[in-house]
C-alpha cells in the first residue's frame, strides 16, 4: 500500500517565525488531505489539496503530485498553531480511506 | 457545514463489556470510516462502508464490528472490550463522487477500558 512520510517529526517555533512541513509518498493519489489535530484530539481539515496550490489566511499549500510530495507552509506562526499536523492520502479511485503519516509536531512559544 | 458527531466525548467501560460507539453525519455522504489513534502507531483504520449494509475490513478489525442501517449513522461495536482497546476512536465521512474525495472526522471519541 501507499506509504506516507513526514518531515520533521518535531518543530519547535518561536512566535513569529515561518516554517515548512513536507509529506512524502510512495505512490500516485487522488486524495491528499492536511489536518491539524488540536488539544482534544480533533481532527480539523486544513486542505484537500490532491494537486496544486490553495492558501487560507497565513496557511498555504502545494502538492506536486508527479513528484510525490505536498507542502504545508505556515507564515507569521502563532501559539494557537501548535500541535500535530497530519498529512493523509488515498489512491486509486479517491473513496479509498486514508492512509496517514506520523505528524509533525509543532510548538510555537512565545 | 458538513458535521460529524460522535455519541461519546469521554467513555470508561470494563473489561468484557459489550460498547457501542456511534457516528452520525449529516451531509448524505456514502462513505463512512473508523479509524483508531495510538501514541506511536498513528491513526489505523477498523472498517468502512461504501453504502447502507454494507461494509469492509480495515488494517485492524479483529476484536470489532460494525452496522450500517441507515445512511447518516455508522456504528462501531467492541463485542467484549479489552484493556488493549483502550484509544482515541474517530470515526469520518465522505462523498463517493469525483469532485472531492474530501473526508470530514468527528470530534473523537476517548475510550478506557479497566
Known amino acids: 500500500g501507499i506509504q506516507v512520510e513526514q518531515s520533521p517529526p518535531d518543530l519547535i517555533l518561536q512566535e513569529g517565525a515561518n516554517s515548512t512541513l513536507r509529506c512524502n509518498f510512495s505512490d500516485s493519489v487522488n486524495n491528499l488531505q492536511w489536518f491539524h489535530q488540536n488539544p482534544w484530539g480533533q481532527l480539523i481539515n486544513l486542505f484537500y489539496?490532491?494537486?496544486g496550490t490553495k492558501q487560507n489566511g497565513r496557511l498555504s499549500a502545494t502538492t506536486v503530485a508527479t513528484e510525490r510530495y505536498s507542502l504545508l507552509y505556515i507564515s507569521s506562526s502563532q501559539t494557537t498553531d501548535s500541535g500535530v499536523y497530519f498529512c493523509a492520502v488515498a489512491g486509486n479511485s479517491g473513496n479509498t480511506p486514508l492512509v496517514f503519516g506520523k505528524g509533525t509536531r509543532l510548538s510555537v512559544i512565545a | 457545514d458538513v458535521k460529524v458527531t460522535q455519541s461519546s466525548r469521554y467513555l470508561v467501560k470494563r473489561t468484557g463489556e459489550k460498547v457501542f460507539l456511534e457516528c452520525v453525519q449529516d451531509m448524505d455522504h456514502e462513505n463512512m470510516f473508523w479509524y483508531r489513534q495510538d501514541p506511536g502507531l498513528g491513526l489505523r483504520l477498523i472498517y468502512f462502508s461504501y453504502d447502507v449494509k454494507m461494509k469492509e475490513k480495515g488494517d485492524i478489525p479483529e476484536g470489532y464490528s460494525v452496522s450500517r442501517e441507515k445512511k447518516e449513522r455508522f456504528s462501531l461495536i467492541l463485542e467484549s472490550a479489552s484493556t488493549n482497546q483502550t484509544s482515541m476512536y474517530l470515526c469520518?465521512?465522505?462523498?463517493?463522487?469525483?469532485?472531492?474525495?474530501?473526508?470530514?472526522f468527528g470530534p473523537g471519541t476517548r475510550l478506557t477500558v479497566t
Open positions: 469520518a465521512s465522505s462523498f463517493t463522487g469525483a469532485e472531492s474525495y474530501e473526508q470530514y
Open positions: 489539496i490532491p494537486s
